[in-house]
């Protein structure tokens, strides 16, 4: 559980880092693309779907699988939107983890070692090789796009009946984007960095609306780096929007202090 724990926070966060293999693809789009549209209008339809809340709570199944393990769990995501987002992991009802992430730093414990984490978005950087932010995280967890669009030298292109957002501004990190015809929602997302070895893909499955957000069924996550593969997939099951949430996070006493090296 402590390996588990770890991997599944940092996925989270940097799974844009590490190659993911999809379990639904890209297919079944229906709509007709617009050859003619330009790569800066594709973009501001994806931007002009607003995500209008102030606290999402949501309940998920989550299935993490390695070369070397599987395990089925329970996770229970609160967001207040662009402020902290607290994840609690559970297995057989019991909580074994929690995570609580702001834009200033990142920290979890576990029970399985007694054990927890407190650090910045340096710490992870260093660790992971690529920049990290809250609101990648946050992204990440919505089906928003990881990176800013708008900031990036993107070109479009059709493939396989959806838009295709690519960029490839600094010869080593290769993203691209792939969005559906009629609704502009993010269905793919993929980063690869070749010298580092590492590659992701992240797959959203059917957009659901929940008052005044539409939010992605379930995300999946297989990472690969230096041939060493991860999968998650997060199946989110119930979801309320702007209810009055609690943040409750404390580390148990005697907890010891683990560093990500």
Known sequence: MKKYIKIF???LMVCFAVSCKSKAGIAGATAVVNEDLSTNRIIENVYNNKLNFSTLYIKSN???????QSQNVTAEIKIKKDEMILVSLR???????????????????EKMGSSYFEGDYSVLSK????????????NLLLGQALDNLKKGKYKSSIENNFYKLEENSDGNTSKSVFVNADKYEITLQKKKKKMQE????????????????????ALTINAVEKG???NININYNTVTVNEDLSFPYSVPNGYEKTNIN
């Open 127 to 138: 660790f992971l090789g690529t920049d990290l932010d809250y609101q990648k995280v946050q």
């Open 198 to 217: 590492r590659s992701v893909k992240i797959n959203y499955d059917d957009y659901k609306q929940y008052y005044q957000v539409k939010l992605p069924s």
């Open 9 to 11: 926070l940092l996925l």
């Open 91 to 109: 297995f057989l009802g019991i909580t074994m983890a929690k995570a609580l992430i702001t834009p200033t730093k990142v920290e979890y414990y």
């Open 228 to 230: 060493n593969k991860t």
């Open 62 to 68: 989550v299935h993490y699988e390695s070369e070397k």
